[in-house]
């Protein structure tokens, strides 16, 4: 069920989270599947509706860095991210506090947190008066393809209460920093980009192996229900075909002058769109592995493995 961001419908959507049910809600980055994340049940009823693992982590929403910081051991260097890219698609993980209110469920037993400001105004909204913190993992089945407008989360939750925002801007999921220890490490790409975060950062390194500690590290994830293959220049018989940049194909194009924020807000629509009979398999043009485009790889890479 779709409804208008009205002032009538944002107070029904509080009055739901409040009594630990579960919204739709619009971010930059894709709609998530929101419960106040304080609340024990409320955060259950996330991955019971996603069948989503227990040991996958959930992010934690926040209306401003103090409400967040209430949860997290704050830092020099997550003030300085959080100062340049916040509101906006940057997700920190930080030490959890022994204090902090967030379900242990939310961050799977872990000892961090991770943590973001987002930048869509329906979403400050409501954490504004809501004065609690939200878990919002993306508002689809767990390891399918991201949903970046409000009839995606409907197709999948028909039930579920979904406040309309519009397209997603951004299109892709946060990117996601860990900050947990001396040496900081880009855990996910997005569209806060790697050479951006060196910047403040200096050099961050690649996540070692052990425990997830942010969503979107499965090998498997992002997935269409179709087998999906990369740098495809030509598409086999049956294949649907995604294409990038100038092309003399009839397919569908992420982005015909190959710009990669264009093919970034486009991505998980249009694999939705493909993701149908009569085709067998969706075939994706090469990308740049450079920019946003590190990004892109990384979620159809991940497509790829189921």
């Not at 070692?208 to 293959?229: E, N, T, V």
């Not at 970034?264 to 249009?270: D, G, S």
């Amino acid at each position: 069920m779709i409804f208008s961001p009205t002032t009538a419908n944002i107070t029904r959507a509080l009055k739901r989270l409040q009594e630990g049910k579960l919204i739709g809600l619009p971010t930059e980055t894709v709609y998530g599947l929101a419960a106040v994340a304080t609340q024990d049940l409320a955060v259950a009823k996330i991955f019971e509706m996603k069948n989503r693992p227990t040991f996958n982590p959930l992010i934690i929403h926040g209306a401003s860095s103090e409400a967040l910081q209430e949860h997290v051991v704050w830092s020099e260097q997550a003030d300085r991210l959080a100062h340049t890219f916040w509101p906006g698609p940057l997700t920190l993980v930080l030490p959890r506090r022994d204090t902090a209110r967030v379900s242990l469920l939310a961050s799977a037993g872990l000892s961090s947190l991770a943590v973001r400001i987002p930048r869509h105004p329906i979403a400050l909204t409501i954490l504004k008066e809501l004065g609690d913190v939200l878990a919002a993992p993306s508002a689809n089945q767990s390891g399918r393809v991201s949903p970046t407008q409000a009839c995606h989360v409907k197709a999948e939750f028909p039930d579920l209460f979904i406040l309309e925002g519009g397209a997603s801007p951004v299109g892709l999921e946060s990117t996601i920093v860990d900050l947990t220890s001396d040496a900081p490490s880009l855990l996910r790409p997005g569209a806060v980009l790697q050479e951006d975060l060196e910047g403040i950062l200096g050099p961050l390194h690649s996540p070692q192996g052990g425990s997830i500690k942010a969503p979107g590290m499965l090998s498997s994830h992002y997935a269409p229900s179709l087998p999906l293959r990369m740098n495809v220049v030509e598409p086999q018989e049956g294949e649907a075909y995604l294409a990038f940049g100038q092309t003399s194909q009839k397919v569908m194009n992420l982005s015909p002058k190959g710009n990669l924020t264009e093919a970034a807000a486009n991505l998980f629509k249009m694999l939705r769109l493909l993701d149908q009979k009569p085709w067998q398999g969706i075939a994706v043009a090469p990308i740049p592995m450079q920019g946003l485009g590190i990004a892109l790889n990384d979620r159809l890479y991940r497509a790829s493995r189921a």
